[in-house]
């Protein structure tokens, strides 16, 4: 059953959240591209220069890098 705010991921036998494919690119994450990063950037790529996990902490991260 999906759970409220998992935003189409689901949680594993675990309970752990799945987080986003790292092979995801900045155009076609949901929300819009992250300002900063390149169209074809990928997740991955983002989370290493980053340092962070989540797809909202890459985007607050990306906002102070600018």
């Known amino acids: 059953m999906k759970q409220p705010g998992l935003d189409n991921r689901h949680r594993d036998e675990d309970g752990t959240i799945h987080k986003k494919r790292g092979d995801t690119q900045n155009q076609n994450l949901p929300g819009g591209p992250i300002p900063g990063f390149g169209p074809?950037?990928?997740?991955?790529?983002?989370?290493?220069?980053?340092?962070?996990?989540?797809?909202?902490?890459?985007?607050?991260?990306?906002?102070?890098?600018?």
């Open 40 to 66: 074809k950037t990928t997740l991955k790529t983002m989370r290493e220069k980053t340092g962070k996990e989540s797809e909202q902490d890459v985007r607050n991260a990306a906002k102070k890098l600018r």
